[in-house]
RNA sequence: AGAGCUGGCCAGGCAAUCGCUGUCCCGCAAGGGAUGGAGGAAAGUCCGGGCUCCACAGGGUAGGGCGCCAGGUAACGCCUGGGCGGCGCGAGCCGACGGAAAGUGCAACAGAAAGGAUACCGCCGAUGGCCCGCAAGGGCACAGGCAAGGGUGAAAUGGUGCGGUAAGAGCGCACCGCGCAGGUGGCAACACGCUGCGGCAUGGUAAACCCCGCCCGGAGCAAGGCCAAAUAGGGGCGCGACAGGUGUGACCCGCACUGCGCCCGGGUAGGCUGCUUGAGGGGAUUGGCGACAAUCCUCCCAGAUGAAUGAUUGUCCACGACAGAACCCGGCUUAUCGGCCAGCUCUUGCU
């Protein structure tokens, strides 16, 4: 009931994400960060890219029960040390908000070469990513278990 | 009021919610609470130091840097004050600003001549020559004299005036300028409308070589130190060598494998440290023109490490520039929306 509501309230909004954007607010602990290069190579191992014109994310699926993000931000792509930083913190930003939506993934977002960072532009690109990728994971399992349910 | 000069300062504010991170407190823990959390340039990495490790008797050479003087400073290529030169009506601003009579080199074009150089046009032609004339004198411009004027150039051997002369010339004189020696003032750079001497010289260029004086060992926090799985090989001590240990097995025999234990050392992954209390900030007093220093009081003010200071919403206004710490300081340079304060200058108007 309350949730049917509150999509009703939502939904004037135009075109505002599926992905409901403050559900259960989360925070951003180590534990949800990618910490060691032995964690970023095991991503670079074998990951599955996904790409727009401003990133490209990298997802391998882990065994913690939750999502957990790094992120390389190169300083050839982008060469001021301000907008590196912003980068990084619109990246955290929108990881920390839609975390709880996504699966047990290691992300890797890797910044593409850029002049200057538009922080809504940005914003709403890795919304679109976390639901491409929140998508195709729930897809592979899907299919996965129907193979698994064939056999 | 307008135009401008110099020095200094600020770098959107406030509130709520959700996050990150250092420290402290509470808690067995999960977690909770309090509090701190980018810059004036954090930037470029161009100088100077501290701090580490390596090298090192001293001196010299090579190489590099600096370059008016005196201060300040831990030090500097920085800062302050002064000198000199240039620009501006002025407040002020700008200057790699030692040496060119040690040497070597360089200078397009133009120009007659460009370094101890020169005579194209020009001026003169007193003197000598030639011609005319009885002569006085006149003419020619051959010898020769001159560098004032024209012209070239970034630059042409000091300027003005008078004398002088055939015409001229520092040839002579006066004043100005210049050089040398002295004197005076100044710590000094330097200054002098003080004296004497010299007719007048060393043209420019040293971010060209060079000379002179002074300074400089190298590498950098991925410096360096500590703990330490793994792995290779090593050392010491003790015990044992028909033994013992491990495996198989319920156990013994048997079979298979193998010296064993401890210590030292080593150092990969990883972790800790270096890591923020410092040539520190604020205030007062004193000394100094000032940079700055001394004394006292007071404050603790980022310390991340896949790398933190953000997001959303509301609100106010002059609608917010350049831009992000990575061992730390002192400078320089470059980027930068606006705004504030102080002192001063010029112009105009009023009293």
Do not use: Y
């Not at 309230?9 to 602990?29: D, I, M, N, V």
């Not at 809504?120 to 349910?149: F, N």
């Amino acid at each position: 009931m309350a949730v049917v509501a509150c999509c009703a309230l939502a939904a004037p909004k135009a075109g505002s994400g599926s992905l409901p954007e403050q559900r259960a607010p989360a925070g951003f602990p180590r534990a949800v960060r990618l910490l060691t290069r032995r964690d970023f190579a095991r991503v670079f191992d074998d990951a599955r890219p996904f790409g727009s014109a401003l990133v490209t994310v990298l997802a391998r699926p882990n065994d913690l029960g939750h999502a957990r993000l790094g992120m390389v931000i190169g300083k050839k792509k982008l060469r001021r040390a301000v907008d590196r930083n912003l980068m990084k913190r619109i990246i955290r930003e929108s990881f920390r908000r839609q975390q709880t939506a996504l699966p047990a993934l290691d992300l890797v977002v890797i910044a593409k070469p850029a002049k200057r960072v538009d922080r809504q532009r940005l914003a709403r690109d890795l919304a679109k990513q976390w639901r491409r990728i929140a998508g195709a994971h729930d897809d592979r399992r899907d299919a996965a278990d129907s193979t698994r349910r064939s056999a």
